[in-house]
Each structure stands twice: as C-alpha cells, then as structure tokens.
C-alpha cells in the first residue's frame, strides 16, 4: 500500500489538487480573529466570514473571495508556516510540523461529516457574520476563551 501523500510530500511539493484535498472544512479558519496589539495575544471570535457557509464550514465563493473580501488570507506553504493563528487541528500545520492527520480528517475517515460529527468544525456556533456587525467593538461580543 503506498504511503498517503501527506505523510511523504512537503507541502511546497504538492500539487494543487493535494493542496485543496488537505482543507478538513472545520471553518475554523474563516472566523474573526482579533489581536492584542501589545501581547500579540489572539483571541478567538465566533464571528464568521460573510462568505462562510454556516452549514458545510465551506466557502461560498472560494474562486472569488480574495475579491470580495480583500483581507481573506491565502494559505500557502509559507504563511502555513508563519501564522500563528492556524488552529491547533489545522492539516495544513500538522503537515508542516511533521504530524500525521487525524482520524476525523476525511482523507482518512472517507467522509466530509467526520469533521463535524468529532465537533472539531464551527458547524453550529457561529453567532454572527462579519456584515451583521456595524461597530468594530461589536466584535468583543463574540470572543471565546479558546479556540473553537
């Protein structure tokens, strides 16, 4: 059996096929993100991108987003390596620091719903989308203690 090509490719040695397969679509990336600016400190919103859809934790216009929302951030195998946001379960950060996926990841399990059936997506605690918010300390409304 041949090894999986996340465990014998870098991410920069990828096609862009294995590259998007990689994406687990826990959402969790798409969430507001707010910064302390002296700490550093990131805390964890339950606000979401208005190009989130609440139900697949998927993009609704992933061709077009960096056209609409400007600041979406593209991953890559350099910023994968430099953000230091990237949840905790993210593929795209297990890959790059040498881990192998977990089992709820469909490349392993065969199923897109594995990520939400272990609770790991943000499937159901979205509380709000970017475009709802008028004020930008509205924001401070939706912070969590911890990564969703």
């Known amino acids: 059996m041949e090894t999986p090509f996340w465990k014998r490719l870098t991410l920069e040695a990828m096609t862009p096929e294995q590259w998007e397969s990689l994406c687990d679509g826990c959402g969790k990336c798409c969430l507001s993100k707010l910064e302390d600016e002296d700490s550093g400190e990131i805390y964890w919103t339950t606000v979401a991108c208005r190009l989130l859809d609440a139900g697949t934790c998927r993009c609704k216009d992933y061709d077009n987003r960096k056209a609409i929302v400007p600041d979406c951030v593209r991953l890559t195998p350099s910023t994968v390596r430099t953000i230091d946001w990237l949840p905790?379960?993210?593929?795209?950060?297990?890959?790059?620091?040498?881990h192998d996926l977990y089992w709820w990841h469909y490349l392993v399990s065969g199923s897109r719903e594995t990520v939400?059936?272990?609770?790991?997506?943000?499937?159901?605690?979205?509380?709000?989308?970017?475009?709802?918010?008028?004020?930008?300390?509205?924001?401070?409304?939706?912070?969590?203690?911890?990564?969703?």
């Open 88 to 98: 905790s379960t993210c593929a795209y950060r297990l890959v790059a620091e040498g």
């Open 116 to 148: 939400h059936e272990a609770g790991i997506s943000i499937r159901g605690r979205i509380t709000a989308f970017d475009d709802d918010l008028s004020e930008d300390d509205d924001y401070f409304d939706h912070v969590v203690e911890t990564e969703p």
